[in-house]
């Protein structure tokens, strides 16, 4: 299972470390992924979702119904 969350569709960040000598390796910025359980009242049933910290706080500002329509909308499955 990929490394995004299913409301933002933020995925990891690509980057270098670079220490003092300058010597620079890859690295990767994962994203704050959470499991996250929620009640969809409009089905009588709950969903669980993989959401980071900023889906959570569109969730918590949109409402899951309006949330869980718009990951429907473009393809995603709940």
């Not at 890859?26 to 089905?43: A, H, T």
């Amino acid at each position: 299972m990929s490394r995004t969350c299913e409301v933002t569709g933020a995925g990891p960040g690509f980057g270098n470390n670079v220490p003092w000598s300058k010597h620079k390796t890859r690295r990767r910025w994962d994203v704050n992924l959470q499991r996250k359980r929620y009640f969809l009242p409009s089905e009588g049933r709950y969903v669980r979702l993989r959401v980071s910290a900023k889906g959570i706080k569109v969730i918590d500002r949109d409402g899951i119904e309006a949330v869980v329509r718009r990951i429907r909308a473009r393809g995603g499955k709940v």
